[in-house]
T-cell receptor
């Protein structure tokens, strides 16, 4: 039973390019959460999705960032026109029953903007 | 923001019990206490959670005071691999979007040989 799969593990983008981060939840999990961790800082909630629905995007920057969780396929976190300040580790978590039994986190994608 | 207070850091000798405290004095009746940890640069790992009864699993024990205003995570025999940042999180069964995990700064536990 594979855990939460995130890819790529490392992503390097030049300023102005687009970054696409993928997250496949654990089998049977229909709730997905994205968190961002800046260097030497804590985890910050970004967005919570269920299949085809954004439930809570209160932590998402207003511009350049978007997320989706389509009916088929992984959840995607998309960052357009990346800037150096977007360099961070992005973690995805999944859960069943809205996480009452805990979230399972992936290993993260380390985004470096050069 | 997180509604918990934890010490910034703690040390523990290898093989001894690590007792990590957490204050959550404003916890309400339907809120659970969750513990996660993050080993350097890895994804956070769920440890345990509870409502009002003490809980134990293969990783740790969770002791919640009778008034539920504080709790203690116990790692019974700490090893070097338990060195990590430990997060105590209060989360309710609200439904909808209000039950997201909000991480604070946590306690950095250093297990020393």
């Amino acid at each position: 039973n594979a855990g939460v799969m995130q890819n790529p593990r490392h992503l390097v983008r030049r300023r102005g390019q687009e970054a696409r981060l993928r997250c496949s939840p654990m089998k049977g999990h229909s709730h997905v959460y994205w968190y961002r961790q800046l260097p030497e800082e804590g985890l910050k909630f970004m967005v919570y999705l269920q299949k085809e629905n954004i439930i809570d995007e209160s932590g998402m920057p207003k511009e350049r960032f978007s997320a989706e969780f389509p009916k088929e396929g992984p959840s995607i976190l998309r960052i357009q026109q990346v800037v150096r300040g977007d360099s961070a580790a992005y973690f995805c978590a999944s859960s069943s029953r809205q996480g009452l039994d805990g979230y399972t986190f992936g290993s993260g994608t380390r985004l470096t903007v050069v | 923001d997180a509604k918990t207070t934890q010490p910034t850091s703690m040390d523990c000798a290898e093989g001894r019990a690590a007792n990590l405290p957490c204050n959550h004095s404003t916890i309400s009746g339907n809120e659970y206490v969750y513990w996660y940890r993050q080993i350097h640069s890895q994804g956070p790992q769920y440890i345990i959670h509870g409502l009002k009864n003490n809980e134990t699993n293969e990783m740790a024990s969770l002791i919640i005071t009778e008034d539920r205003k504080s709790s203690t995570l116990i790692l019974p025999h700490a090893t070097l691999r338990d060195t990590a940042v430990y997060y105590c999180i209060v989360r309710g069964d609200y439904g909808g979007s209000q039950g997201n995990l909000i991480f604070g700064k946590g306690t950095k536990l250093s297990v020393k040989p």
